[in-house]
């Protein structure tokens, strides 16, 4: 893609975001969950700092099952070869 076509792509991008951004808390402030308490947005927060650190723990153990594959496979590739 060429650079002025992605720039003039973001630009329009930007635009219409802009644009759109009045009419998105046009009602009354009311969200697509409605009206929410304290205790809501409390508990939501902590469950997004729960979900990063537990998805660094899977992809890390995921992550390292293949290292181990790929290690086992290297030496059974050595070891045959």
């Known amino acids: 893609m060429r650079p002025k076509r992605l720039?003039?792509?973001?630009?329009?991008?930007?635009?219409?975001?802009?644009?759109?951004?009045?009419?998105?808390?046009?009602?009354?402030?009311?969200?697509?969950?409605?009206?929410?308490?304290?205790?809501?947005?409390?508990?939501?927060?902590?469950?997004?700092?729960?979900?990063?650190?537990i998805l660094v723990i899977v992809l890390s153990a995921i992550q390292g099952r293949l290292e181990a594959r790929k290690d086992r496979r290297r030496y059974d590739l050595e070891r045959l070869g």
């Open 7 to 53: 720039i003039a792509g973001l630009w329009a991008a930007f635009s219409l975001a802009l644009a759109l951004a009045p009419t998105a808390s046009a009602a009354d402030g009311l969200g697509l969950a409605g009206r929410v308490s304290d205790k809501t947005v409390t508990l939501f927060c902590f469950g997004v700092i729960a979900f990063f650190p």
